[in-house]
C-alpha cells in the first residue's frame, strides 16, 4: 500500500465507502433475531455475555438461563446484579453432569431451566433472552429437542433469543438467523497447564 | 442413551468425573494471557467485552481502547461508564478508513490509540487491556508490527491482552496463549437485509 498516494487513496476510499452505503441502504429492517454460539472454542458463552451488556447498555430487558452453571461466584453475576431492573439472571445449572451423577436430577435442572426460558421468551417485555448452554442438555436428550425448536418458532417477532453451547443441533441451526462458530486455534489449559481464571473462564 | 440404566450412567459419570479431576489437578499455574479473537464471524469483540464484564465483576481494573469505534453512543459505553474505577474506556477511532479517505488521519488515530494501549500494558495496576480492532489497523499497516509484538512479548505477567479483529497477523497468532476464529455460519445483514440493531451490533 505504501506506493499508493495519498489521492489514490482517498479516491479509492470514497468508492469503498460508496459501495458500503448501497449494501448498508439495502438493509434496513430490525428483528428480533435466532441467534446461536456454537463450537469447540472459546468465546460461546463470553459473546453471548457481550450481547446482554450491550442490551442493558441499551436499556432494554434482558433474561439470562444459565443451564450448566450454578451457585458459583462469576463475574457476569456480580455485574448483572447491579442492574436489576435490566437483567433477570437465572444461574440454574447443578454443574456438569459428571458432578451430579445423576441424570433423573440433571433432566429435572434442565426441565426447570427451560420452563425459565419459556416464560421469558412469552413474555414480550423481554428484548432478549440468552439461554446459556442450552445445547449441552439437547444433546444429552435432556430435553426433547422438538418442544425447543417449537418454542423458538413462536417466539416474539421482536425479541433476541441467543442459544449457546457446542453440538448445536441442526435443525437448530437451520432455524437461526445469526450463527457463529468458535474455533478452537490454540488454548492455554492443554498446552500450558493454565488453571480457569477469574475474568476469563467465569 | 435412554437405553442405559440409572447405575451405568451414574457409574460412567463417576469415571468422567475422575478423568476431569485429574485433567483439572495437573492445571495448576495461572499467567496473564495474550489472547486474539480473529475470523470473519461475529463475536470477536463481544466475546472481548463479555470478558471486561466478567473482570469487572471480579473486581479488577481494564483498560478498554477501540481502534476502529468513535464517539457513537454503544451499548458497551454506557455500562462501562457505571465503574469508573474499573474501566478506563477509550473509543479513539474515527470510523472505517472509508469514512475518513485520509490516510495520514487515519495512521495518526492508529498510533493515538496504540500509545494508549501501550501506556496501559506498562502499566501493572491493569489487570486486563483490550485493544479492540488493533488487526485490523495491523492489517492496513498503520502501525509497525515489530513494535507492536515487542510490546505484547514485554508485557507484565500477570496482564491479561485480547486483541480482536478480523486477519490476525501470523507473528501475533504465534506468540498468543488462547487464539479463537469466529467462523461465519450465517448472518441475517446479508440474507434478510437486516441492519445493525442495538444490543447485538453495538
Known amino acids: 500500500m505504501a506506493e499508493r498516494t495519498?489521492?489514490?487513496h482517498a479516491a479509492k476510499m470514497k468508492k469503498k465507502q460508496a459501495a458500503h452505503d448501497r449494501i448498508m441502504a439495502a438493509r434496513t429492517a430490525e428483528k428480533g433475531l435466532l441467534i446461536v454460539h456454537t463450537g469447540k472454542g472459546k468465546g460461546k458463552t463470553t459473546a453471548?455475555?457481550?450481547m446482554v451488556l450491550r442490551a442493558i447498555g441499551h436499556g432494554k430487558k434482558v433474561g439470562v438461563v444459565q443451564f450448566v452453571k450454578g451457585a458459583m461466584d462469576t463475574g457476569e453475576k456480580a455485574v448483572f446484579g447491579r442492574f436489576p431492573e435490566h437483567v433477570e439472571f437465572r444461574p440454574m445449572g447443578d454443574g456438569f453432569t459428571w458432578d451430579t451423577?445423576?441424570?433423573a436430577q440433571d433432566i429435572a435442572s434442565a426441565r426447570a431451566a427451560w420452563e425459565e426460558v419459556r416464560r421469558m421468551i412469552a413474555d414480550p417485555t423481554y428484548d432478549m433472552v440468552l439461554a446459556d448452554?442450552?445445547?449441552i442438555v439437547l444433546r444429552y436428550e435432556y430435553l426433547p429437542l422438538d418442544e425447543v425448536l417449537e418454542v423458538l418458532r413462536a417466539k416474539?417477532?421482536?425479541t433476541h433469543?441467543?442459544?449457546t453451547g457446542r453440538n448445536a443441533p441442526?435443525?437448530?441451526i437451520d432455524m437461526a438467523d445469526l450463527v457463529t462458530e468458535m474455533t478452537l486455534v490454540k488454548h492455554p489449559s492443554r498446552e500450558q497447564g493454565i488453571k480457569a481464571q477469574a475474568g476469563i473462564e467465569f
Do not use: K
Request: net charge negative; aromatic share 0%; hydrophobic share 50%.
Open 133 to 135: 448452554e442450552l445445547n
Open 156 to 158: 416474539p417477532a421482536d
Open 170 to 172: 441442526a435443525a437448530l
Open 101 to 103: 451423577q445423576n441424570r
Open 161 to 163: 433469543v441467543i442459544v
Open 48 to 50: 453471548a455475555l457481550g
Open 6 to 8: 495519498e489521492e489514490q
